[in-house]
Each structure stands twice: as C-alpha cells, then as structure tokens.
C-alpha cells in the first residue's frame, strides 16, 4: 500500500523546515527581498472564491502520462492600489486546502495522496497550515505577454526565500486581478528532496507554480 502511495506522490512546491546532514540536522537559511512596497492608496480584500495556486508535479519526463495537477486556495489577502496601479499585496494559503484535479475521479487514490502531500514527507500541514506570497517589488513591463513583473517572498513552513514572476495585472471597477505566469520551483533548492522507490520512477526537481487572484475594494 505504501509503494502504492509513493506511486502516485508528487514532488513538493516548498521548502522543509530542516534537512539531514552528515546524521546532524543543520537549519536552512531564509533568504527574501527586501519590502519596497506600500500600504498607501485604495484597499482590496482578496476574494477567496475566485482566487487559487494551481500546482503541477512531474515524474521523468514532463508529459500528462508522468504528472500530477490540482490546486490550493487562498485563506485571505489584501492588496493595495495607488495612482490606479498594483501597489502591494499578500496573500495567505489554505495548506489543508491542498488538493489533485487529475485523480478527482478516483476517491482512493485521491485520498491518498492528499494525505502523503499533507504529512510530514511534504507540507506537514497540522504544524504549518498556511503558506504566503508577499509581494515586495511592482515593475511595468513593456514586451511579451506579460504587462508587469513582481518581486516577493515566498514562505512555507516558516521557511522565506525570493521568488519573481511574470504577471498580467488589471485595475477596473473596483477589481484586482493577478494572473502569473507558470512557473517552475525548483523543490530541491528548497530542501525538499523526497523520492518514490525507483521502480516507481523518479520524481523531477522541477514544480510548476501559478497564482490566480481576484481582489474586491473595500467598501
């Protein structure tokens, strides 16, 4: 039943708390950018309904025959618009929330592996339920498919490190709307270095990461 699960484990987005060693634990480093954004301007409280993390694990080979997908939704977050542009913004995710799409039509396996990623080979989800993306830097862009680049910090597990992406951003009518592009997380950079059995294959470094956010005025 365990190499079941293993089977059909995914690597994870994020980082461990600590890693083994030469048999001694040794802490990571937090690394983040610093904050040069600001609170001053209009206020939006993130719409939790509209907004999520789409999440994508690969095994081997990037192809849809070696690949988990699903999605993680927001717990709160708020963003900030000054002179009608993005200003800042933080937003807060449900761990527990953590879900695949690819296997909701298999209630067994589903289950499964939910619970892997949520235990402590991966997210260890009872201890640290939430994780977060703080933006710290908006940039205008001005070629490609994207209109704005964001800087920010991204922490889970207690652990921050910088993380950029591309993003279309639009303000109107009393809306925020930030889509990402996707993106690859390299797990292992996070210290995140689970694999399956090698008979069940081996799981790539690479997680492909997107955030959707809608965000209404405060009223």
């Known amino acids: 039943?365990?190499?079941?699960?293993?089977?059909?484990?995914?690597?994870?987005?994020?980082?461990?708390?600590?890693?083994?060693?030469?048999?001694?634990?040794?802490?990571?480093?937090?690394?983040?950018?610093?904050?040069?954004?600001t609170k001053e301007g209009s206020q939006f409280t993130l719409d939790t309904l509209n907004s999520k993390v789409e999440w994508k694990g690969y095994k081997v080979f990037k192809s849809e025959n070696t690949s988990h997908f699903g999605t993680i939704r927001f717990e709160s977050g708020d963003v900030t618009v000054k002179d009608g542009k993005l200003e800042s913004g933080k937003f807060v995710a449900d761990m527990n929330s953590l879900t695949s799409v690819d296997l909701k039509d298999s209630p067994e396996d589903l289950g499964k592996l939910n619970g892997h990623l949520k235990s402590g080979d991966f997210f260890e989800v009872e201890k640290f339920p939430t994780a977060s993306y703080e933006i710290t830097k908006v940039t205008p862009a001005t070629e490609g498919d994207y209109n704005t680049l964001l800087d920010g910090n991204l922490t889970i597990k207690g652990i921050t490190k910088p993380v950029q992406f591309k993003a279309n951003v639009s303000v109107k009518n009393g809306e925020v709307s930030v889509a990402t592009e996707p993106k690859d997380i390299k797990r292992e950079e996070f210290g995140v270095k689970f694999q399956a059995p090698a008979e069940n294959g081996v799981i790539k470094d690479e997680v492909t990461l997107q955030i959707s956010v809608k965000a209404l005025e405060k009223k």
């Open 1 to 37: 039943m365990r190499k079941k699960l293993f089977s059909i484990a995914i690597p994870a987005l994020f980082v461990a708390t600590v890693m083994v060693s030469c048999k001694k634990d040794k802490p990571l480093t937090s690394e983040s950018n610093e904050v040069t954004t």
